[in-house]
Nanobody, 117 residues
Framework: QVQLVESGGGLVQPGGSLTLTCKVT????????MKWHRQAPGNQRELVAT???????LYAEFAKGRFTISDGNTRNTAILTMNNLKTEDTAVYYC???????????WGRGTQVTISS
């Protein structure tokens, strides 16, 4: 059974950094696309960053220059490195994976990121 296992959330002060990791388990397939989303209380879920199998990356405007998505030289992991974190980055961060020949993407359960002094 395919699962996405997220880790790395936590509490940091404004200006700090966090690295989130999402690993695809239960399959030998490499991903086509990996994405990180986030949802803050009372807000809709929003896309943070996208990574394709070709290495193309896309970022939400608020993430540009602060967040980096990478695969850690694997094809089953998406790493989101977040720097200069702000209180407004507080949210539950979710990983999404699109696998070959699979019409429905997979989602992780989310990991809490809290930015507070």
């Amino acid at each position: 059974q395919v699962q996405l296992v997220e880790s790395g959330g936590g509490l940091v002060q404004p200006g700090g950094s966090l690295t989130l990791t999402c690993k695809v388990t239960g399959t030998s397939k490499a991903f086509d696309v990996m994405k990180w989303h986030r949802q803050a209380p009372g807000n809709q879920r929003e896309l943070v960053a996208t990574l394709t199998w070709t290495g193309t990356t896309l970022y939400a405007e608020f993430a540009k220059g602060r967040f980096t998505i990478s695969d850690g030289n694997t094809r089953n992991t998406a790493i989101l490195t977040m720097n200069n974190l702000k209180t407004e980055d507080t949210a539950v961060y979710y990983c999404e994976a699109e696998l070959p020949n699979t019409p429905t993407p997979y989602w992780g359960r989310g990991t809490q990121v809290t930015i507070s002094s």
